[in-house]
Structure formats: structure tokens, C-alpha cells
């Protein structure tokens, strides 16, 4: 009797076996894929409930393309990699979702998640080949995004060929390339092409009513191949005081990025460290007694090897540093050090976001300046109740009342620095045109939060620096443009 039973037990399970080759013959295809990457810190390779989304508001073009043409028309996928800017982030991790905390360089986060995005492709141009794609990623996502569509330009991608790819949006792009004369030429397109200026790798880049440098280029460099065969498909929207997308070739920032773009280990990445820290971190802020909290984390001696590699990593970023100080400027480093916070402090301030740890490192550097750098405690601090009141909603947020708070933060921080200057005898450094370059990374470092989130934020469209295109935040602008795409496919399918 148990033996007809396992006979018809095994025949019963036949089928199944062949069930997952028969689904995939029968895969539903779409007239749409939409392929989407976050930015640094808000995805994760492998964890199954890392955020969908493309901000930190949580919106996603995918979801919003799904939503407006419904799921028979769209479909989505969002690339899980270690959205890491390098081994450190493990200690950077916050809340539930461990995102973006894997032990991988910026440059080894890139290439996964590139290969993912291509994967992806691949995948489903298999299965669908009538099927366009359209491309969008924010910041380091833009990245790999941008590095997918080049590796289908130069024909990388199997099965899929630049005709294939609808569309390539890219928010504040670190791989992007300078401006050059003339305006976009048009390749095989499925709606007008977007309104912009021509990009040396032929994207369509939209600075939003910014003044953007047309020799600055992605943090991360030039994209080393181009868009060739999807000229009109690439918009690139980039706020020319973004140093992500806009940064000077010579500065400091792009000898930092060249450290961060190492690509050394092939795989696989830590994933755990950084889970176990957030525990430790989190225990020892419930008050848990420190080798009890270690021991409930669960970290380990494997997670300890991890430690020389980031040791290495900050000394190589260190050496970077120096040896780029030392050879742009004759200012000794630790001045340069200084005047690089103090050009930093006011637009910190301006947007109420002096980080903890500035001022104890202003401190350190000018401990002569304590009275001042008490002043700059309580502005920070008024800074801080009025920016959270504005997001409670306790006061109105206005413009023009924004505006103004702002040019109040920054003028007076910017006086009490020109004093800080003097008092601490930096001028000479400070006025000295080989630290120009410096002075003007720094001041573009200390507004980076603002305007890396120019493209969607409310409440950016309409004051200096913002980024406006016809009176539309960028993402607005962005997703009507995506929308006539979208159409363009529907009524060539």
C-alpha cells in the first residue's frame, strides 16, 4: 500500500516539475519595463523589504508609470545592490531596513548593480522582445543607469538594442559629461525629445533654470562610453550647484570620488556586519551594558576582519586628500583643512543643516574662537526648531519667508566666519588664489543636501538655486515626459 501510494505521489509531482519551464514560456509580456535604481543608502541587494522608491519621499516613477497606464501596460523592477559609498557604510546604517550598509566600494556598489540592471534586460528581452525599456535612476543609481543604457549603446546587453530602450532618466547623474555646442540630435524616438542642452555623451541635459558650468562633470568623472544610437531618449537632469552631477574636474572632490570608484573585490559582499552594528547600536542606546550588547548583536571575529579593510580604505582616501592638498597649494594641510569648514559653514547654515559633527571639529582646528563657535551653536540650534516647525507644519512655510530666513542665516554666519578668519589668522590662506578651487568645492559640499534634492522637493522650484523647468519641480517635469513616451510605445505596439 505505501508503495502504489509513493508510485502515485511521484506521478502526481511530475507536472509540477515541468511547471516553472512551462510558466516561463507562458511569461506575460508588456508594452513596458520599467527598470529603476535608487540612490546611495536607500537600496540593499538582498534584503526583501528594502524600499521601492527612488527618494527618500518615497516616489517612484515605476510605480507612478504603473499606476497612470495600469499593470498590463507597465511593468517594474527596482535594482537591489549595496547602494554603498564604500566599506564604511556598514556603521551607517539606521532604522529597521539595514539599506545600503554592505562592505563594497562606491565603484563595486556601481558594477552590481549595473549587471543587475543588464541582467534584468536580458531576462526579459528574452521572453518579450517587442518589449522597450525605459531606464531611471537617481544619484548613484543614475549612475548604473546610465552605465546599462552606454553598455546597450556599444551593444553589451544580449537581446537588447538601442531601438529597444524608450527612454533613460537620470537625476543628478555622478557619471555625466560635459556640455558641448550644438543642440541634441534626435536617434529612433517614441515621443518629442525633452527639452535641454547637448551632453559630450550625448544625453539631454535639463539644469532646471540653474547655472550650470558647461566643463563640470559627474563626481564620479566622465562616463567612459556614451549614449550613442539614444540621442534624444537620455535626459539628464542636473542643478548646476549639485556636485554630484556638476563638480570641477581639478577639485578635491573628484580625487576623493576617484578613491571611492575602486572596484577591487568581485563579490560577494558583507551583508551581515552592518545588521549586526545597527543591533550593537541599537542595545547600547536601550542602555543594554556593553559586552551584553555586543554578545545579543551577534558580531563576531569574521565580522572583525572587515575592520583592516576600511582602515585601508580611509588611508587611502587620506593620502588622496593630502597628497592632492599638497600639490595644489602651498598652504599648509591643516589650514587648508580649516578654510575648507569655515567656506563650508555658511551655506550649512542657510539650510539649517550644520551637522553635529562641525562644529567639534571647527573647535579642534580653531580652539581660539570659542565665543564665536558658541554664537554658531545657537544659530544652529534656531535653525533646527524653525526647519522642524516648518516640516510640522506649526508655521507656515512660505517662500519668501524661506528666503529670507535663509539670507539671515547666511549673512550672519558669513560674518562671524570672515571674523573666525581673522581672529584664527587664516586670511592670508583664505585670499590665497591657489585655495580658490578649494574654497568653491567646499561652498558647493556645504549646499549639496539642498540641491541634490532639488528635483522633487517641494518648496525648491521657487527660490535662488532651485530647480525649475516651466514652473514644474524637475520629477514633474520628468514624469510628463515619461508619460508621452509611455504613450508613444502603446501606439507603435
Given at each position: 500500500m505505501r508503495r502504489a501510494a509513493a508510485l502515485a505521489l511521484a506521478a502526481a509531482l511530475i507536472p509540477l516539475a515541468a511547471a516553472p519551464e512551462a510558466e516561463a514560456l507562458q511569461l506575460r509580456c508588456h508594452p513596458v519595463h520599467?527598470?529603476?535604481?535608487?540612490?546611495?543608502?536607500?537600496?540593499?541587494?538582498?534584503?526583501?523589504?528594502?524600499?521601492?522608491?527612488?527618494f527618500d519621499d518615497d516616489s517612484s516613477p515605476a510605480d507612478d508609470l504603473q499606476v497612470r497606464f495600469g499593470a498590463r501596460t507597465v511593468s517594474t523592477f527596482q535594482v537591489k545592490y549595496p547602494a554603498s559609498l564604500g566599506r564604511f557604510s556598514v556603521f551607517g546604517t539606521s532604522g529597521v531596513v539595514p539599506e545600503g550598509t554592505e562592505?563594497?566600494?562606491?565603484?563595486?556598489?556601481?558594477?552590481?548593480?549595473?549587471?543587475?540592471a543588464t541582467l534584468e534586460m536580458e531576462t526579459v528581452a528574452r521572453?518579450?522582445?517587442?518589449?522597450?525599456?525605459?531606464?531611471?535612476?537617481?544619484?548613484?543609481?543614475?549612475?548604473?543607469?546610465?552605465?546599462?543604457?552606454?553598455?546597450?549603446?556599444?551593444?553589451?546587453?544580449?537581446?537588447?538594442?538601442?531601438?529597444?530602450?524608450?527612454?533613460?532618466?537620470l537625476f543628478a547623474d555622478p557619471a555625466r559629461a560635459p556640455l558641448e555646442p550644438g543642440a541634441p540630435k534626435p536617434a529612433r524616438l517614441y515621443a518629442a525629445p525633452p527639452k535641454g542642452l547637448r551632453g559630450a555623451n550625448g544625453e539631454t541635459v535639463q539644469p532646471g533654470g540653474t547655472a550650470l558650468d558647461p566643463t563640470r562633470v559627474g563626481m564620479a568623472g566622465t562616463r567612459n562610453l556614451g549614449f550613442h544610437?539614444?540621442?534624444?531618449?537620455?535626459?539628464?537632469?542636473?542643478?548646476?550647484?549639485?556636485m554630484a552631477c556638476a563638480t570641477?574636474?581639478?577639485?578635491?572632490?573628484?580625487?576623493?570620488?576617484?578613491?571611492?570608484?575602486?572596484?577591487?573585490?568581485?563579490?560577494?559582499?558583507?551583508?551581515?556586519?552592518?545588521?549586526?552594528?545597527?543591533r550593537l547600536q541599537e542595545l547600547l542606546g536601550q542602555g543594554v551594558p556593553p559586552r551584553v550588547a555586543f554578545e545579543q548583536s551577534g558580531l563576531s571575529l569574521i565580522d572583525a576582519t572587515l575592520a583592516p579593510q576600511i582602515i585601508i580604505e580611509l588611508a587611502t582616501a587620506g593620502s588622496a586628500l593630502h597628497h592632492h592638498a599638497t600639490t595644489a597649494s602651498t598652504t599648509p594641510v591643516d589650514q587648508q583643512v580649516a578654510i575648507a569648514l569655515l567656506a563650508a559653514l555658511p551655506e550649512l547654515a542657510k539650510e539649517g543643516v550644520t551637522w553635529p559633527w562641525l562644529l567639534p571639529a571647527l573647535n579642534q582646528l580653531i580652539p581660539d574662537a570659542e565665543l564665536l563657535l558658541q554664537v554658531f551653536r545657537t544659530i544652529e540650534a534656531a535653525e533646527r526648531i524653525n526647519w522642524q516647525l516648518e516640516r510640522l507644519g506649526v508655521i507656515p512655510h512660505t517662500p519668501t519667508g524661506t528666503e529670507g530666513r535663509q539670507a539671515w542665516?547666511?549673512?550672519t554666519v558669513t560674518a562671524l566666519c570672515e571674523r573666525i578668519i581673522d581672529a584664527a589668522?587664516?586670511?592670508?590662506?583664505?585670499?590665497?588664489?591657489?585655495?580658490?578651487?578649494?574654497?568653491?568645492?567646499?561652498?558647493?559640499?556645504?549646499?549639496?543636501?539642498?540641491?541634490?534634492?532639488?528635483?522633487?522637493k517641494l518648496g525648491y522650484t521657487d527660490i535662488p538655486g532651485g530647480f525649475n523647468v516651466d514652473g514644474q519641480t524637475g520629477y514633474d517635469y520628468a514624469m510628463g515626459w515619461l508619460d508621452e513616451v509611455v504613450r508613444g510605445v502603446v501606439a507603435k505596439q
Open positions: 520599467v527598470v529603476q535604481a535608487a540612490g546611495s543608502g536607500f537600496s540593499h541587494s538582498w534584503h526583501p523589504v528594502a524600499r521601492e522608491s527612488l562592505a563594497a566600494t562606491y565603484g563595486e556598489s556601481v558594477r552590481y548593480g549595473r549587471d543587475q521572453h518579450c522582445p517587442g518589449t522597450r525599456f525605459i531606464l531611471i535612476g537617481y544619484s548613484q543609481g543614475a549612475h548604473l543607469i546610465g552605465d546599462a543604457a552606454a553598455f546597450v549603446s556599444a551593444d553589451k546587453v544580449q537581446g537588447v538594442r538601442a531601438d529597444d530602450i524608450a527612454a533613460v532618466l544610437g539614444l540621442e534624444g531618449k537620455v535626459l539628464s537632469l542636473c542643478n548646476g550647484a549639485d570641477d574636474p581639478d577639485s578635491i572632490i573628484r580625487t576623493l570620488a576617484d578613491v571611492a570608484m575602486r572596484d577591487v573585490v568581485p563579490g560577494p559582499f558583507n551583508a551581515i556586519t552592518g545588521i549586526r552594528i545597527a542665516a547666511h549673512a589668522g587664516l586670511r592670508e590662506a583664505f585670499d590665497d588664489p591657489q585655495n580658490a578651487n578649494l574654497i568653491a568645492s567646499a561652498r558647493l559640499a556645504g549646499d549639496f543636501g539642498p540641491r541634490h534634492m532639488s528635483y522633487y
